[in-house]
């Protein structure tokens, strides 16, 4: 889509002369983007260049990868790229077949020849399965498909049965669609039908019930089933089909931290009264709550990141009486939780190492620990299929280290004291470099307010600690997200093979202390996460690992926007800077593509006392006239409309305006993701790290 026409310049702001590249495909601004694609391509490639890119393809398009999959009734689903099927496949196989040398699986659906055959360039985007009844098949399902690899898809209603499409079944055109199951016939639905429709932050306000044969005008005339006000984040309605814990729920997303829960009873929607920052999970009879900040209820107060539990009905009959379940150490941090039939899987970090918990509710919740979780690595546990009848305490472990290729791993829960199937392997990765010549190890910086920050380095055995090891240092620090290690076939070849050395940073605004490490680089304290960084950098310059000329940095996204603050903020620390899909105009970005729904991360640019604390990490208006500033490569996709391509543009731009050497790229499709098949992964990867590969040693 166009970028609505800019609004003008604030009068007391110097004139952004460059926002005629917010016209997203606009003649001139694409004119702008080939030009400067053209120019990168002539600067990077070249044999060397194309050999490594080749070597990353391999990787990418390896048959001996893992096929991972999900289970819906007696299938295990998997969807699948190589060389041979770039756009993908969708396909199932059964159990028996899957854990066979060469499965033998059941095409549902070839994107390749969908997209020729509707000469489109459709990209895959999952799949929403109806819950048959029980004793049936599974049979009908929404496929999502993207025209451009961004976050807005295309659902058609699938037939699993005849394998095709459903002839004047449910179809509904490419939006940033929200969609719930309700029977055969029903679908809860929220998109975009017109007129308020859409909130500021571009996701459905409101859902309504869509009825097969009814057309979307139909649906827009309809009442809203539920709907928030326009200045929100999204609401949507959701139906639960687990048979005797059949109910409705609503959500109101306030913005990214804050929403509320609602649950159908009758015809009202009853409110789940708990604190807007609380994350609101059922399961069955259950009602789990993760508070994000202290909660005091009934005169308890109940820790950020603790996880609480309390029978639903109870607690809409008004009890409090909630017990702790989980409470983490200053160390640890609690990231996801899953439920099989009887017992509840807890995936922990603790110095951002996991560690997992089974815990028994039919034994007041006791918690033992599964033996699967070596140091440094990142291990993940999850139920296969609850509702299965004969397996419903199964559950996958899938394990990961920077060194360690993926393994997948079955085992099932049974009560304490009882034997059951121990964790067995089912699948393990290839190694693609040679491991045994590298080391992963943890270390700590001191950071601006004395934080100890940790991170990971992996590097040569026989590291010599002189300063002159190029160093790729990566990282993220924002939305509670938690950078943890994992095996990269690509990283290996195209950084670790060469002779460098790789760097994970787990900085504030992360997850991987829990809520409060995210917390603590919010809004005005954002200046925490960049300091975190910069103190890992000197950290790394201290150690002797890589002196600044020899260290690089990477990050996309809200990772783009950490980088660009290292190239305007701390441009003495680093020989080299890639930054991807990144924030870096934050004047404009609430104004830009998805932009509205992040204020409660960064906070808004249009209040003058939040401006005066957003302007000092905002990359655009950060640039001067007279620095050194590193090596530059920024790289964005036209079709990404999440953070969309424009902030990128006008930041090489005013680059370029002032003598300051950039590479750009702009990948034509791949949404956020700057690619959409293993193809442009490949490309996209190998030409971030060869250029701070030849920045590092002097080859630019």
């Given at each position: 889509?166009t970028?609505?026409?800019?609004?003008?310049?604030?009068?007391?702001?110097?004139?952004?002369?460059?926002?005629?590249?917010?016209?997203?495909?606009?003649?001139?601004?694409?004119?702008?983007?080939?030009?400067?694609?053209?120019?990168?391509?002539?600067?990077?490639?070249?044999?060397?260049?194309?050999?490594?890119?080749?070597?990353?393809?391999?990787?990418?398009?390896?048959?001996?990868?893992?096929?991972m999959?999900?289970?819906?009734?007696?299938?295990?689903?998997?969807?699948?790229?190589?060389?041979?099927?770039?756009?993908?496949?969708?396909?199932?196989?059964?159990?028996?077949?899957?854990?066979?040398?060469?499965?033998?699986?059941?095409?549902?659906?070839?994107?390749?020849?969908?997209?020729?055959?509707?000469?489109?360039?459709?990209?895959?985007?999952?799949?929403?399965?109806?819950?048959?009844?029980?004793?049936?098949?599974?049979?009908?399902?929404?496929?999502?498909?993207?025209?451009?690899?961004?976050?807005?898809?295309?659902?058609?209603?699938?037939?699993?049965?005849?394998?095709?499409f459903?002839?004047?079944?449910?179809?509904?055109p490419?939006?940033?669609?929200?969609?719930?199951?309700?029977?055969?016939?029903t679908?809860?639905?929220?998109?975009?039908?017109?007129?308020?429709?859409?909130?500021?932050?571009?996701?459905?306000?409101?859902?309504?019930?869509?009825?097969?044969?009814?057309?979307?005008?139909?649906?827009?005339?309809?009442?809203?089933?539920?709907?928030v006000?326009?200045?929100?984040?999204?609401?949507?309605?959701?139906?639960?089909?687990?048979?005797?814990f059949e109910?409705?729920?609503?959500?109101?997303?306030?913005?990214?931290?804050?929403?509320r829960?609602?649950?159908?009873?009758?015809?009202?929607?009853?409110?789940?009264?708990?604190?807007?920052?609380?994350s609101?999970?059922?399961?069955?009879?259950?009602?789990?709550?993760?508070?994000?900040?202290?909660?005091?209820?009934?005169?308890?107060?109940?820790?950020?990141?603790t996880?609480?539990?309390?029978?639903?009905?109870?607690?809409?009959?008004?009890?409090?009486?909630?017990?702790?379940?989980?409470?983490?150490?200053?160390?640890?941090?609690l990231?996801?939780?899953?439920?099989?039939?009887?017992?509840?899987?807890?995936?922990?970090?603790?110095?951002?190492?996991?560690?997992?918990?089974?815990?028994?509710?039919?034994?007041?919740?006791?918690?033992?620990?599964?033996?699967a979780?070596?140091?440094?690595?990142?291990?993940?546990?999850?139920?296969?299929?609850?509702?299965?009848?004969d397996?419903?305490?199964?559950?996958?472990?899938?394990?990961s280290?920077?060194?360690?290729?993926?393994t997948?791993?079955?085992?099932?829960?049974?009560?304490?004291?009882?034997?059951?199937?121990?964790?067995?392997?089912?699948?393990?990765?290839?190694?693609?470099?040679?491991?045994?010549?590298?080391?992963?190890?943890?270390?700590?910086?001191?950071?601006?307010d004395?934080?100890?920050?940790?991170?990971?380095?992996?590097?040569?055995?026989?590291?010599?600690?002189?300063?002159?090891?190029?160093?790729?240092?990566?990282?993220?620090?924002?939305?509670?997200?938690?950078?943890?290690?994992?095996?990269?076939?690509?990283?290996?070849?195209?950084?670790?093979?060469?002779g460098?050395?790789?760097?994970?940073?787990?900085?504030?605004?992360?997850?991987?202390?829990?809520?409060?490490?995210?917390?603590?680089?919010?809004?005005?304290?954002?200046?925490?996460?960049?300091?975190?960084?910069?103190?890992?950098?000197?950290?790394?310059?201290?150690?002797?690992?890589?002196?600044?000329?020899?260290?690089?940095?990477?990050?996309?996204?809200?990772?783009?926007?950490?980088?660009?603050?290292?190239?305007?903020?701390?441009?003495?620390?680093?020989?080299?800077?890639?930054?991807?899909?990144?924030?870096?105009?934050?004047?404009?970005?609430?104004?830009?593509?998805?932009?509205?729904?992040?204020?409660?991360?960064?906070?808004?640019?249009?209040?003058?006392?939040?401006?005066?604390?957003?302007?000092n990490?905002?990359?655009?208006?950060?640039?001067?006239?007279?620095?050194?500033?590193?090596?530059?490569?920024?790289?964005?996709?036209?079709?990404?409309?999440?953070?969309?391509?424009?902030?990128?543009?006008?930041?090489?731009?005013?680059?370029?305006?002032?003598?300051?050497?950039?590479?750009?790229?702009?990948?034509?499709?791949?949404?956020?993701?700057?690619?959409?098949?293993?193809?442009?992964?490949?490309?996209?990867?190998?030409?971030?790290?060869?250029?701070?590969?030849?920045?590092?040693?002097?080859?630019?």
């Open positions: 889509m970028e609505a026409a800019p609004s003008p310049t604030r009068a007391h702001e110097p004139a952004d002369e460059f926002l005629w590249l917010e016209d997203i495909h606009g003649e001139d601004a694409m004119n702008w983007v080939r030009e400067h694609n053209a120019s990168t391509d002539a600067a990077l490639v070249n044999p060397a260049y194309s050999a490594l890119e080749a070597r990353v393809l391999e990787v990418l398009d390896s048959a001996d990868r893992i096929p999959v999900s289970k819906r009734g007696d299938w295990y689903y998997n969807f699948w790229r190589d060389e041979a099927n770039p756009r993908g496949l969708w396909r199932r196989t059964s159990w028996e077949s899957y854990l066979s040398d060469a499965p033998e699986w059941d095409v549902l659906l070839d994107v390749d020849a969908l997209s020729s055959a509707e000469d489109a360039q459709w990209l895959w985007a999952g799949a929403a399965f109806l819950r048959p009844a029980p004793g049936e098949e599974y049979r009908h399902a929404m496929v999502a498909l993207s025209p451009d690899g961004g976050d807005a898809v295309a659902y058609r209603e699938f037939d699993l049965a005849t394998r095709t459903v002839a004047g079944g449910f179809e509904l490419a939006a940033k669609t929200r969609l719930s199951w309700v029977d055969a016939d679908l809860y639905l929220g998109t975009d039908t017109g007129a308020d429709s859409m909130t500021a932050s571009s996701y459905p306000a409101a859902a309504r019930v869509l009825r097969r044969g009814e057309s979307l005008a139909q649906l827009a005339a309809k009442e809203p089933l539920f709907a006000p326009l200045d929100h984040l999204s609401g949507g309605v959701s139906h639960s089909s687990t048979p005797g109910r409705d729920l609503a959500y109101d997303a306030l913005d990214f931290y804050n929403s829960s609602y649950l159908r009873v009758d015809e009202d929607w009853v409110h789940i009264d708990v604190p807007d920052d609380m609101v999970s059922l399961h069955h009879e259950w009602l789990l709550l993760r508070p994000r900040t202290d909660w005091t209820i009934s005169g308890t107060v109940y820790g950020a990141g996880l609480l539990a309390i029978e639903l009905d109870a607690f809409m009959a008004g009890s409090r009486s909630l017990t702790t379940i989980f409470a983490p150490s200053a160390a640890q941090s990231q996801s939780w899953s439920w099989t039939r009887d017992f509840l899987l807890l995936n922990l970090l603790s110095d951002v190492s996991s560690k997992i918990l089974v815990l028994d509710p039919a034994a007041d919740w006791a918690a033992s620990e599964v033996d979780c070596p140091p440094l690595h990142s291990v993940d546990a999850f139920a296969v299929d609850d509702e299965d009848p397996a419903g305490n199964d559950y996958w472990l899938v394990a280290g920077f060194l360690t290729p993926t997948v791993l079955r085992g099932t829960l049974t009560p304490r004291g009882t034997p059951g199937a121990a964790a067995a392997l089912v699948r393990e990765a290839p190694s693609f470099f040679t491991a045994e010549n590298y080391r992963v190890e943890q270390h700590f910086a001191t950071s601006a004395g934080t100890r920050v940790p991170y990971f380095q992996v590097g040569p055995k026989d590291l010599k600690l002189d300063g002159a090891n190029p160093t790729l240092l990566s990282g993220y620090g924002g939305f509670e997200v938690s950078l943890t290690p994992t095996y990269s076939g690509s990283v290996g070849r195209t950084w670790l093979e060469r460098g050395v790789y760097v994970v940073a787990n900085i504030r605004g992360g997850g991987e202390y829990g809520p409060s490490w995210h917390t603590a680089a919010l809004q005005e304290n954002r200046h925490r996460a960049y300091e975190d960084f910069a103190a890992v950098a000197r950290d790394l310059s201290a150690r002797g690992v890589a002196d600044p000329t020899h260290l690089g940095c990477t990050g996309g996204s809200n990772g783009g926007l950490l980088v660009g603050n290292m190239l305007t903020q701390y441009p003495e620390l680093f020989g080299a800077i890639s930054c991807g899909v990144p924030l870096l105009d934050m004047r404009r970005y609430t104004k830009l593509s998805a932009g509205a729904s992040w204020m409660a991360e960064y906070g808004d640019p249009d209040v003058p006392e939040q401006w005066d604390f957003i302007k990490f905002s990359p655009y208006h950060l640039l001067r006239a007279g620095v050194k500033y590193p090596a530059t490569f920024i790289w964005t996709a036209t079709s990404d409309d999440r953070v969309g391509p424009v902030q990128a543009r006008k930041m090489a731009a005013q680059m370029e305006s002032m003598g300051i050497p950039v590479w750009f790229h702009e990948a034509l499709e791949g949404g956020h993701a700057g690619a959409g098949n293993n193809e442009q992964a490949a490309r996209l990867h190998a030409a971030s790290h060869e250029f701070l590969w030849r920045a590092l040693n002097g080859q630019l």
